[in-house]
């Protein structure tokens, strides 16, 4: 079985205490409906017109595959519409994100497959494609995006971590994911955070110590990771 993908947010903290370059999509890159969060390796795709070149892609795909459309964040168009996403999400894909504009929104959010896009709109392409191979590489304005990555999403956004990097970023995201969930339930049980983090301790050092961070603070005492 396997196992849920851990929140982008686990996954950021994580890139950054590994030192793992972030490279975050663009915040106008908004799922079209909540979902959990999710991760897959990346098909990317320029799109330069016509279906044909999604379709390549799906073919193409493994399962469990994020696609990853290129459309030059084009405002004037939608790229991505039911019977594609239908499509991905037949061939066992697992989501798609989409640098552009998509549309039958009402649909897609029925099909259920995550889907991230800059918005809807009801016109589709009326380009005429260029003849020639598809161009199997997408940027998300100005990040790059190659089949060397995996693509992790959910409702805070979208991230591209290596693939030579994943296992020990989503290793590190799940203990940090494990530290705040117990930090969360003690809360709730009544112990506060700064109680948790020993705050108070870390005040009275720093009275003396004014260059005391609390990540400093916290790493000493081997205690629980800054939030």
């Known amino acids: 079985m396997i196992e849920p993908a851990p929140p982008t947010a686990a996954l950021a903290d994580a890139c950054v205490r590994l030192g793992v370059p972030l490279r975050v999509g663009p915040a106008s890159l908004c799922p079209i409906a909540p979902h959990a969060p999710i991760a897959g390796p990346a098909m990317p795709v320029t799109h330069a017109g016509s279906v044909d070149v999604f379709l390549e892609a799906i073919d193409d795909a493994p399962t469990g595959a994020v696609l990853v459309v290129d459309n030059g ?55 005429v494609p260029p003849a020639g191979r ?36 989503l290793e590190s995201a799940r203990a940090i994911q494990q530290v705040e969930t117990a930090q969360a339930e003690r809360m709730r049980a009544g112990a506060s955070l700064r109680a948790q983090l020993d705050f108070a301790g870390y005040r009275a050092r720093q009275a003396t110590e004014p260059d005391l961070s609390l990540r400093r603070y916290l790493a000493e005492r081997g205690g629980a990771i800054e939030v």
Do not use: F, K, N, Y
């Open 73 to 127: 964040g084009r405002d004037d168009e939608a790229c991505v519409g039911d019977l594609v996403t239908l499509e991905a999400r037949e061939a066992g894909l697992a989501a798609i994100i989409i640098w552009g504009r998509h549309r039958d929104t009402a649909q897609l959010i029925e099909i259920g497959l995550p889907v991230h896009s800059r918005g809807a709109l009801p016109p589709g392409p009326r380009r």
């Open 134 to 169: 598809s161009m199997r590489t997408a940027w998300l304005d100005g990040v790059e995006v190659t089949a060397d990555d995996m693509v992790a999403a959910d409702d805070d956004g979208v991230l591209l971590i290596p693939t030579a990097d994943w296992p020990r970023v």
